[in-house]
């Protein structure tokens, strides 16, 4: 299997912006419930994972609790990539009562969707180990929190596609209905862009002949069948890397890893997250 990428973060400007968006939305005029709490109050805090996961997240989760507590202390038992079995505390926390009961919903709610993330992602990639596939990522995440799901995936051993329409270009039907062929597009593609990767989608054997010729850098099988695709790999004959794409789940990505393709991207890793179940326990100091 070839090695995931770096798990480096987003820039830490991206990651206070996602929390400050976070903690705005849920604070509004103040926490109504937490002077409930004596003013200067302390506390500790274990926080368990209630599932077998895999974590990510954690620069989230921190920087919920020290944008309203700049001083708490976060002792983490476990870092992003790193496999949890239920039951494990994984982390804990000390500091100003009232601010560790404020963050608590936002920072959780980072480190539960980030981590269900990797989790799925790494289950899909143990799908297909024993072959040279990578599993791709997509577009299709939550508005707002594309690079925050796009290193949890790293976190999972995934790999990113393109982060956005800006970076590489993927040309589709719509695509070439406007050019009017694929050909068209990717002269019209090459003269405007011409040091960005080019991708064609393909929906057929003769589009990949199309795509072939027109000298893409990267072929994606549109919900091409396994035996499709065995004939793809073997038109392409290694010339351009080949990606497949649609209705891919954990029950037929084996399959679709052994046809000899070289990507498979799998909307599933950012959109069909189930949240890992997670729990923060505070007592008063």
Same mark, same amino acid.
């Given at each position: 299997?070839?090695?995931?990428?770096?798990?480096?973060?987003?820039?830490?400007?991206?990651?206070?912006?996602?929390?400050?968006?976070?903690?705005?939305?849920?604070?509004?005029?103040?926490?109504?419930?937490?002077?409930?709490?004596?003013?200067?109050?302390? !506390?500790? /805090?274990? #926080? %368990?994972?209630?599932?077998? +996961?895999?974590? &990510? @997240? =954690?620069?989230?989760?921190?920087?919920?609790? *020290?944008?309203?507590?700049?001083?708490?202390?976060?002792?983490?038992?476990?870092g992003d990539g790193d496999r949890?079995?239920?039951?494990?505390?994984?982390?804990?926390?000390?500091?100003?009562?009232?601010?560790?009961?404020?963050?608590?919903?936002?920072?959780?709610?980072?480190l539960q969707l980030l981590s !269900?993330? /990797?989790? #799925? %992602?790494?289950?899909?990639? +143990?799908?297909? &180990? @024993? =072959?040279?596939?990578?599993?791709?990522?997509? *577009?299709?995440?939550?508005?707002?929190?594309?690079?925050?799901?796009?290193?949890?995936?790293?976190?999972?051993?995934?790999?990113?596609?393109?982060?956005?329409?800006?970076?590489?270009?993927?040309?589709?039907?719509?695509?070439?209905?406007?050019?009017?062929?694929?050909?068209?597009?990717?002269?019209? !593609?090459?003269?405007?862009?011409?040091?960005?990767?080019?991708?064609?989608?393909?929906?057929?054997?003769?589009?990949?002949?199309?795509?072939?010729?027109?000298?893409?850098?990267?072929?994606?099988?549109?919900?091409?069948?396994?035996?499709?695709?065995?004939?793809?790999?073997?038109?392409?004959?290694?010339?351009?890397?080949?990606?497949?794409?649609?209705?891919?789940?954990?029950?037929?990505?084996?399959?679709?890893?052994?046809?000899?393709?070289?990507?498979?991207?799998?909307?599933?890793?950012?959109?069909?997250?189930?949240?890992?179940?997670?729990?923060?326990?505070?007592?008063?100091?």
């Amino acid at each position: 299997m070839t090695q995931a990428p770096s798990f480096a973060l987003p820039d830490a400007a991206q990651i206070t912006q996602d929390v400050e968006r976070a903690i705005a939305e849920d604070l509004g005029t103040g926490d109504a419930t937490a002077g409930l709490l004596p003013a200067d109050g302390r !506390a500790h /805090a274990e #926080l %368990t994972c209630r599932d077998n +996961a895999v974590i &990510a @997240g =954690t620069a989230w989760f921190d920087a919920c609790f *020290r944008l309203l507590d700049p001083a708490v202390q976060i002792d983490w038992r476990v870092g992003d990539g790193d496999r949890t079995e239920a039951g494990m505390v994984i982390c804990r926390l000390s500091g100003h009562a009232r601010s560790l009961v404020t963050a608590e919903r936002p920072a959780l709610n980072f480190l539960q969707l980030l981590s !269900a993330t /990797a989790t #799925l %992602t790494a289950a899909y990639v +143990a799908a297909v &180990a @024993g =072959t040279n596939v990578r599993v791709l990522d997509t *577009r299709k995440t939550i508005p707002g929190l594309r690079l925050a799901q796009k290193y949890a995936v790293r976190c999972g051993g995934g790999h990113n596609q393109r982060m956005g329409l800006y970076d590489a270009i993927l040309i589709k039907e719509n695509h070439i209905i406007a050019a009017g062929s694929i050909a068209a597009a990717v002269q019209a !593609a090459r003269q405007q862009q011409p040091d960005l990767l080019l991708e064609v989608e393909v929906e057929n054997l003769d589009e990949l002949a199309q795509a072939l010729g027109a000298g893409a850098d990267r072929i994606m099988l549109d919900n091409f069948e396994p035996a499709q695709m065995i004939e793809a790999v073997r038109r392409s004959a290694g010339r351009v890397p080949l990606e497949a794409s649609g209705n891919v789940d954990l029950h037929t990505i084996g399959e679709v890893a052994r046809t000899g393709v070289d990507f498979i991207s799998v909307g599933a890793l950012t959109k069909h997250v189930h949240a890992v179940d997670l729990s923060l326990r505070l007592q008063l100091d």
